[in-house]
């Protein structure tokens, strides 16, 4: 695993959230790995960790309540936790990107998409955009177009005005950010890029603003991706087209992704590596094809078989359930997190918490009595 | 490219009916959206009309000025009467040179020495301000000279047609009681005095308190004037037109409460948006400090300040005044709007790409935080004109005589309110209808500078 290809290397993290009712560990002891190239997904119920563990590589935790007890985020072999917030800022958005839950709400709604694609670029590689100097240039038009304004019910005056409307629009659409950002949008699939960069938000569709925002994720060409539920809101003919796209960039720009995500079906389509979280904790960590084929711990055997197939006989059985409810963060039980809903609890796992066991071929378990595969399950 | 673009939507336009209307709303610019969600509250159409009709009208001051012929000040020349000098309330002046009209200019001053009752004249010493040396004698003839015992009569010496002072059997001067408004439109009418020149105070004196007299040109002035085709508005006391001077009014008032909610608005946005977005230690210090200020009242504060600053009676000084204590309501408004946007998507999104705190609060929040401020600060321009107009009505604002805000106007015609009212009438008229002119577009604007509602 120590090898130089490793990107992000996360070690023993822990995060906690300091409530007034008592301490949450939303995070207790993650610890993964990502190559170059390489997608890993991170799979779980609501209230696992999953967003938290994205946050903490980005340091986004809001600190009052949250804070990063222990452990390492090595990127690059250099710890993030000790990296002071300026240089924190200029990896975001260049080198690691995120994209978010909600392609609704997570574009600010008075900005165009493409002022907000271009700002990254700004930020990180020095491209100017529409910025002060370069409105300065666009000044007298501005002016001429204002003062005329008064006089727009004449024909041959309004149709003046529409082509400094064109004209000013066109010096903000030639400025070497919007330029990328449109070619970021054009990459991403929008038709007609330059005319929807100059749309706000509320013009586009769900799917239309989860594509601007991968765009301003990728528009600086990061090495980690990290996509927290990207898809999750968007139906699922948008949620194909978007993981196909995902696919795509990575390939072309051999970017790793971490995928964070509830749905299995989107860890089977794009993840090389899966870790199952629950309750805060790792509990099951293989590559995507043995963790499909032989679910180990009885939580991801339970994830995988309470979803209805097409491809197996009809059967007058219900659906399998995990029975059971996701323990209180404030009251979490002794011993295995998880026995209170397993099928295959013994009296060990109510006393004693299973450790981390290495397996054959990197894969990792954390249960007493895993499911044996020798049989054919 | 542009000419492509535009073939390109006129053939939509031909395909499809509809798309003009898609394309329409697509290309909706901000500020078509923000103007469109304004329209649609008929109340801050109707309150944004009123407001650029004051607008208007109070830039339009020097044209009232040039069209009535009335200026907006009293050019002032003061009559102080000293110990010994009976206060006069009005007189009229003949100069035996009165050729010699340059003296009459602004600037000096006149002091009653010689009174003589009987006769009906007194001698002044003129002296200008410019040069102390520069002295000279006048002789005058008094109009009347008399007590004031109350504000709704005058004593007068009686004099007949012809201006002769009548005489009773002992030859003295028969003196009689002749109510307020009866004294100013006999004046009004007396053309001879007009025509002769002369100078006229209207202005019940107090003791030792200047009076303010005008020295009109030749041409006369015809004082308190009720709303006629000559003086739409009226004239007041000083025989001037009401119209300039409500606009020039209008101007400072405008100006003094467009000034502070700028100011306040500007600090109390950044105060608010530290607090609210960092929360904590700099919230809670705000919050004290804004709860401070709230138990501080703040019109004797006001009439306090006004009275201890050097030159706090001037509108620079009563900008600062108001400022400082005006941002509290702003900052805590941008506060809780702070509090509640740093918690959004957007704001995260606008972290993980590596923008500063600063970046964020002021470029990413402002903006979607901003249309409540700009309600507050829409009401606040109101009840800023009306904190200035009751200043100057307990006689603490700008100084009536050199700056005519809206509300020293009401103070000076508060002092002759119950027989002539026009000029109060017309100054409150034009508080009230701008104060309320904001408080309707407030709403408006609430909605307006919503970014998440519809078009």
């Known amino acids: 695993m120590d090898n130089n290809n490793v990107i992000l290397d996360v070690k023993n993290l822990k995060t906690y959230f300091y409530m007034s009712d008592g301490v949450v560990p939303a995070v207790d002891g993650v610890s993964f790995s990502v190559k170059k190239g390489e997608t890993l997904g991170i799979v779980g119920e609501s209230g696992c960790g999953k967003s938290v563990t994205s946050l903490s590589v980005m340091r986004l935790i809001q600190t009052p309540p949250g804070k990063i007890v222990e452990g390492e985020i090595l990127y690059h072999g250099e710890n993030l936790l000790k990296f002071p917030m300026r240089k924190i800022r200029q990896l975001r958005g260049s080198n690691i990107s995120m994209i978010f839950q909600e392609p609704m709400t997570s574009l600010n709604p008075v900005f165009q998409v493409g002022d907000q694609i271009a700002e990254s670029l700004t930020l990180h590689q020095g491209l100017h955009g529409w910025d002060f100097r370069t409105r300065l240039r666009s000044w007298g038009l501005f002016w001429e177009m204002v003062l005329m304004s008064p006089l727009f019910f004449i024909p041959s005056i309004r149709t003046k005005l529409q082509d400094i409307n064109n004209r000013l629009k066109r010096m903000k659409i030639d400025t070497p950010a919007w330029a990328r950002a449109i070619e970021m949008l054009k990459l991403v699939g929008i038709p007609d890029p330059e005319r929807r960069a100059t749309d706000f938000p509320h013009q586009m569709s769900g799917g239309m603003r989860q594509r601007v925002m991968i765009a301003m994720a990728m528009a600086c060409n990061p090495e980690i991706l990290i996509a927290d539920e990207a898809t999750t809101a968007l139906d699922v003919t948008i949620q194909a087209q978007i993981l196909e796209l995902m696919k795509d960039l990575r390939r072309r720009f051999g970017m790793s992704i971490l995928l964070i995500t509830h749905n299995l079906a989107v860890v089977a389509e794009m993840a090389d590596k899966i870790a199952v979280m629950y309750a805060g904790k790792i509990v099951e960590y293989a590559n995507a094809n043995d963790l499909f084929a032989k679910p180990m711990h009885p939580y991801s055997w339970g994830l995988l078989h309470s979803i209805p197939r097409v491809d197996q006989p009809k059967s007058d059985d219900k659906l399998p359930t995990i029975e059971g409810m996701v323990p209180s963060p404030f009251n979490l039980p002794v011993g295995c997190k998880f026995h209170p809903r397993c099928f295959n609890a013994g009296q060990r796992c109510k006393e004693e918490e299973p450790p981390l066991q290495t397996l054959e071929n990197g894969r990792q378990i954390r249960c007493w009595f895993p499911i044996s595969h020798e049989g054919g399950a | ?455």
Request: a neutral charge; one cysteine or more.
């Open chain 2, 1 to 455: 490219m542009a000419k492509d673009r535009k073939n390109r939507k006129k053939v939509t336009v031909i395909d499809n009916p509809n798309e003009q209307e898609i394309l329409k709303t697509a290309e909706y610019s901000m500020m078509q959206a923000i103007w469109s969600r304004f329209r649609r509250h008929k109340l801050a159409v109707v309150g944004l009309v009123i407001f650029l009709f004051m607008l208007v009208f109070s830039l339009a001051a020097p044209l009232f000025e040039v069209v009535t012929g009335y200026p907006k000040n009293y050019t002032s020349l003061h009559i102080k009467s000293l110990p010994g000098s009976i206060p006069g309330i009005a007189v009229s002046i003949t100069d035996p040179d009165w050729n010699n009209t340059e003296v009459y200019e602004n600037g000096k001053e006149f002091w009653f020495t010689n009174i003589d009752e009987e006769n009906g004249t007194a001698l002044i010493n003129m002296t200008t301000f410019e040069n102390e040396d520069y002295k000279r004698k006048y002789r005058f003839t008094l109009k009347s000279l008399g007590d004031v015992d109350a504000l709704d009569s005058v004593i007068e010496t009686k004099r007949d047609d012809t201006g002769a002072v009548v005489r009773d059997e002992d030859g003295k001067p028969i003196r009689e009681k002749v109510g307020l408004k009866e004294y100013f439109i006999g004046r009004a009418q007396n053309k001879r005095h007009i025509a002769t020149g002369q100078i006229l105070t209207y202005m019940p004196p107090k003791d030792g308190i200047d009076t303010t007299i005008d020295p009109s040109t030749g041409n006369g002035r015809e004082e308190y004037v009720g709303p006629a085709p000559m003086h739409i508005l009226g004239t007041d006391g000083g025989g001037h037109d009401v119209l300039p001077r409500l606009a020039y009014g209008g101007r400072i008032s405008l100006m003094i409460a467009f000034s502070v909610t700028f100011i306040t608005g500007l600090v109390g946005i950044f105060f608010g948006a530290l607090a609210g977005f960092f929360g904590g230690f700099a919230d809670a210090l705000l919050l004290r400090v804004i709860e401070l200020m709230g138990t501080i009242p703040l019109l004797p504060i006001y009439m306090v300040l006004v009275k201890v600053i050097p030159g706090g009676q001037t509108p620079f000084a009563l900008i600062l005044i108001f400022s400082v204590f005006g941002w509290a309501g702003h900052a805590r408004m941008v506060r809780g709007t702070f509090f509640r946007e740093r918690s959004q998507e957007y704001c995260e999104s606008a972290k993980a790409i590596g923008a500063g705190n600063m970046r964020i609060m002021f470029k990413h929040l402002l903006p979607n935080a901003i249309a409540p401020v700009i309600t507050s600060m829409s009401l606040g321009v109101g009840s800023i004109i009306l904190s200035e107009s009751s200043l100057s009505f307990l006689g603490l604002g700008a100084d009536p005589l050199t700056t005519p805000t809206w509300g020293a106007l009401i103070f000076e015609a508060n002092q002759y309110f119950l027989n002539m009212p026009w000029p109060g009438i017309f100054a409150g008229l034009l508080i009230f209808m701008t104060v309320v002119s904001f408080f309707f577009m407030g709403d408006g604007l609430r909605d307006a500078l919503d970014p998440r509602q519809k078009i």
